[in-house]
């Protein structure tokens, strides 16, 4: 899709260490995780809304 291979990901991981040091590292894929299970979340949630939203209509007509 991207396009990214091996050479990249390694340019992003010496960049993202000069960015945020060995010892943030950590703290910053914590919270980089915690985001995107947040955001699965959120999707599941607003899936299960709108199913609801369907059985209520269907049962209004």
Same mark, same amino acid.
């Given at each position: 899709?991207?396009?990214?291979?091996?050479?990249?990901?390694?340019?992003?991981?010496?960049? +993202?260490?000069? +960015?945020f040091g &060995?010892?943030?590292?950590?703290? +910053?894929?914590? &919270?980089?995780? *915690?985001?995107?299970?947040?955001?699965?979340?959120?999707m599941k @949630?607003? @899936?299960a809304e709108?199913?609801?939203?369907? +059985?209520?209509?269907? *049962? @209004?007509?």
């Open positions: 899709m991207f396009g990214l291979g091996t050479q990249e990901l390694i340019i992003i991981l010496i960049l +993202v260490l000069i +960015v &060995a010892g943030k590292l950590p703290q +910053v894929g914590s &919270a980089l995780g *915690k985001g995107l299970r947040n955001f699965k979340q959120g @949630d607003d @899936d709108g199913k609801k939203r369907e +059985v209520e209509e269907k *049962k @209004d007509e």
